[in-house]
């Protein structure tokens, strides 16, 4: 019985053996074969380099800044390793490349004009890593804004070298090599030069600048104040005290209460004030329910039974219109005349028209958190606030104000379609000459369904018309008194309007929106808007011209070495070669939108957002020559 029990316990040993040799040989052989592999083989992995953003002039907007660390050891693979500087890495790669390992850190030579379009980068998450089986844990990944929207094109591949190593972790040979590829680099729309000088007439105002080329809807600007600094976001010190600096700084962005990272040309939403008078002036052309020659009495007040609604000028001065038409009521934005068009025309088609014009609708530019805003009418008046609608919300939506709220995106597409001749384009980032397949534009549905640029349908003597009395609210007698002096200058009587703007005049309306309640003074804080349709054709050709100039005279000059040209000429210098290589938009629209604040609760759209379209123009024109600066690679 005893021999029976250990013969019977050797076979199921050697039964158990055979088994396992057959497991490991036959069933899982090519999988134990891997994992030896991989025990004698380790792949170093390399960053890739990350695709940069073109200005419309061909330029870089952005870097990849090496960053050099020092290894303990060049053979061991799991060596502890120092960060050093670019001087120091030169001094130790003479000796033994090896040693050193390079990483690339995102650097934004516009950090603050720029951060809500191109964004940042930065460690990438858990949550990443999960949905993403191709980033590593060390990868950097685009965050926010452009980078973080066209992050499949802007990754490029890994390189990386496969090293046969022994047990103690250190390289034995080189088995293979593999070449990364760059990620692509994207041309964009953006004029670095405008936006800083957008971001500089802002100051400490907050709100928003959009400037469009107004033949296509192309961004030349895109600013939203406050900013933040992006290159704090994506670069790192050696020094520890320079690092918990800058970690501190990160943290104020996020704790600031005036949201720095809130782009509010996409994501805010706001009445649109006067400038909604545009709509409502087609709307009444287009329905036939006025012509140029229609008036309305101006008494000051317009009074509906118990009612009473007041124009601006009568408010703030106590003075009346008297008799006025439409051209006259869109140079002085008059509320009473637009009381009465709304009425005669009925909120559905103001309603139709703001459609017509993408009012409530997403832009679908390549940015994010973008919202729709609200066209109200009385069906949305019943359905969302169980409210019906009166005459008294047909004359405030008349004057773009109630509960009818638009980004400055939607706002400055509007204006660009005035501007087009009725020929409205969705705004773009991105030139169209890259593909960009399933992102941006060509998903986006709507109106425009896949085309970027659709007719409105609406007369171009009736856009025509409107312009005209856009003109006039930048001429004497107008609203937009920053432009006065420069429309009078340039004005001749027996030009269109179209060669008005040609010869450098400027089309404009100016808004002053309420919103919120009451205060205990008996008014409602205010925003202010300016919408300008500006002719640069002859202003670029000019100072171009001014330019040749001035380097014939200054020649001698400069080509001593020990002269150099002040910096606030450098950057205007810089700008002008862009423009004469690559050429600049004979028009553009510029939409400047100043919010109220705490300080300054009654912000009005002549007073403090026409300043800051003034400034932006008398730039272009060469009037006004303050230096910024930008970083340099390094």
Known sequence: MKIKLIFGLIVFVFATLLFRLIDIQLINGSVYEKLANNNKTYRVIFPEERGVFLDRYNQSMVY????????????????????????????????????????????????????????????????????????????????????????????????????????LGEKQRLISEDDGVPGRNVPTTLDPYLSEVALRAMGDNKGAVVILDSSNSEVLSLVSTPSFDSSVLSESFADEESERIRVRTIQDFLSNPQKLFFNRVVSGAYPPGSIFKIITSLAGLEGNKINKETTVIDEGTLKVGEYSYANWYFTQYGLKEGEISLLRAITRSNDIYFYKVAEWVGPEKLKEMATLFALGEKSGIQLQAEIEGVVPDPEWKQRVI???????????????????????????????????????????LIKDSFDLGNVGLSSVGGIFGKSRCKEVGVLEENINLVLEGMLGACSSGGTGFSFFENNTAVFKKSLSVKDQLDNGAVACKTGTSEFGGVDDSGYRKTHGWFAAVMGTKA?????????????????????????????????????????????????????????????????????????????????????????FKHLTPN
Request: proline share 3%.
């Open 64 to 167: 990849n800044k090496p960053v050099y660390y020092k290894l303990d050891s060049s053979e061991s693979l799991y060596s502890d390793r120092t960060r050093i500087t670019h001087d120091e890495a030169l001094q130790v790669m003479s000796q033994d490349s090896d040693l050193i390992r390079i990483e690339l850190e995102r650097m934004y030579l516009y950090p603050k004009s720029m951060a809500h379009v191109l964004g940042y980068v930065g460690s990438v998450s858990l949550e990443e890593l999960a949905s993403d089986s191709s980033l590593y844990i060390s990868d950097r990944v685009g965050k926010f804004g452009l980078e973080k929207e066209l992050q499949s094109f802007l990754r490029g591949s890994k390189s990386s070298q496969l090293f046969e190593v022994n047990a």
């Open 539 to 627: 202003l670029v050709s000019n100072a171009l011209k001014e330019r040749r100039e001035v380097w014939q005279e200054l020649e001698e000059v400069l080509s001593d070495t020990s002269t150099n040209k002040s910096e606030s000429l450098i950057d205007r210098d810089l700008w002008l070669d862009g423009v004469e290589k690559y050429g600049f938009p004979d028009e553009i629209v510029v939409i400047v939108l100043v919010e109220s604040d705490e300080l300054s609760p009654y912000k009005e759209g002549s007073r403090d957002a026409g300043p800051v379209a003034k400034e932006i123009f008398d730039w272009i024109k060469g009037e006004v020559d303050k230096p």
């Open 386 to 428: 169980g409210e019906r609608w009166f005459l008294g919300n047909t004359y405030h939506m008349g004057i773009g104000q109630g509960d009818i709220l638009v980004t400055p995106i939607q706002i400055a597409q509007l204006v660009q379609a005035v501007a087009n001749n009725g020929n409205l384009c969705k705004a773009t």
